[in-house]
């Protein structure tokens, strides 16, 4: 029994290496959301890090700021959620589909 043991320490210190990879390669990622019909862009990497919000002159309406701010938080929200989609694909290739409570 002592070889399975040594066995499955060695494949978890394995998908442990492998996870601390995929995660640095997501954080290189990035996804983009937009609202608005693209009046704002927000692109967001693999951890969820907001890089950079691009807003179409033509959706700037200072009688109307609200609006800008909803397409801004929309965008910003999708974005974070395409992302955390992203990852918990890379991390379905890493871990075959298992879900491990507590991963992401």
């Known amino acids: 029994m ?11 210190q394995k998908m442990q290496r492998d996870m ?3 995660q640095a390669e997501a954080a290189e990622k990035t996804v ?8 704002v862009t927000v692109t967001v990497s ?3 890090e907001v890089k950079a919000i691009q ?9 109307d700021i609200e609006m ?3 397409m ?7 974005g974070l959620e395409k992302s955390k989609e992203m990852v918990a694909g890379e991390l379905s290739k890493l871990t075959g589909g298992m879900n491990i409570p507590g991963l992401f």
């Open 2 to 12: 002592g070889a399975n043991m040594q066995k499955m320490m060695k494949q978890m």
């Open 20 to 22: 601390e990879k995929m």
């Open 32 to 39: 983009e959301a937009s609202a608005g019909g693209g009046a």
């Open 46 to 48: 693999g951890n969820q």
């Open 55 to 63: 807003i179409n002159p033509d959706a700037v309406d200072l009688d």
């Open 68 to 70: 800008l701010e909803d």
């Open 72 to 78: 801004v938080m929309a965008a910003v929200n999708e």
